[in-house]
């Protein structure tokens, strides 16, 4: 069996660098439809959908690394989990920002009456809140502060993150086509890491008993 490449410290840092650039083209897009009237009538709303996109993306291919990883054998490929999770807050802060300051001004009561008042709203600002954390304790010396484990642990609520992204997304929605082939993308790869678990703590299978064979009947 081929076994699969691994890549030198120097292509690595070279993917990272490309992945770094991909990831801020997006934003480099918005920047540069803002700046030359390219949203459309309403800006501030393709500003929220855009952005609300782009998280919900980065959030997905975050949480494919692990099963892209285990089915290609290609281990670097964790190496760039921590670039794409911290990508999707940054998009999330975005589309945050969007809400709190071309939505609502600043205005910290009319935010907190939209968030209490809609439901999706709700949901959506409890997803960012979940990453906030995930994204503040993604350094080397927040693993060493809080103990393998415990980051683990923490870093697990990334799951809840993307599904109340993606009933975000589902609640708001008009047309459901792209919220629902989100939805089941998001199912697949969570449900990956379920059997996942399970094929990895499920005991060894004990053999049948063996009877010895008997030639002659007693
Ligand atoms: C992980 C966090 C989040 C994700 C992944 C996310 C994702 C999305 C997506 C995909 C859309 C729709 C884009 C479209 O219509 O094509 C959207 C819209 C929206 N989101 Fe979020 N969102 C998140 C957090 C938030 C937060 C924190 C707020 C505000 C507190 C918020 C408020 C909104 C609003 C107001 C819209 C526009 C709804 C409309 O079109 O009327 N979202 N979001």
């Known amino acids: 069996m081929r076994t699969p490449p691994t890549l030198t410290d120097r292509r690595l840092a070279a993917v990272k660098v ?6 801020l083209a997006p934003a480099a897009h918005l920047v540069w439809d803002l700046a030359f009237d390219g949203l459309g009538p309403d800006p501030v709303e393709a500003l929220q959908r855009r952005t609300g996109a782009w998280t919900l993306n980065f959030l997905l291919l975050t949480l494919a690394v692990t099963p892209l990883r ?3 054998g290609l281990h670097w490929l964790l190496r760039l989990r921590r670039m794409l999770g911290l990508y999707a807050f940054f998009y999330g802060t975005l589309h945050f920002l969007v809400f709190i300051g071309f939505d609502h001004a600043f205005d910290v009561d009319a ?3 939209d968030v209490l008042k809609r439901p ?5 600002f ?3 809140a979940i990453m906030l954390p995930l994204a503040l304790t993604s350094h080397q010396g927040a ?3 809080l103990g393998g484990r ?14 109340l992204a993606a009933l975000h997304y589902l609640w708001l929605a008009e047309a459901l086509l792209w919220p629902i082939l989100y939805a089941t993308l998001l199912a697949l790869l969570l449900g990956w890491r379920a059997q996942d678990r399970i094929r990895r703590h499920r005991p060894w299978p004990t053999p049948p008993k063996v ?3 008997r030639f002659f009947r007693k």
């Open 18 to 23: 490309a992945l770094f650039v991909a990831a």
């Open 70 to 72: 285990s089915i290609t």
């Open 111 to 113: 935010i907190a009456r």
């Open 120 to 124: 999706f709203t709700a949901v959506g």
């Open 126 to 128: 409890a997803a960012w």
């Open 143 to 145: 693993i060493r502060a």
């Open 150 to 163: 415990r980051w683990q642990a923490l870093h697990r609520s990334v799951y809840a993150a993307g599904i």
């Open 211 to 213: 009877q010895p064979i």
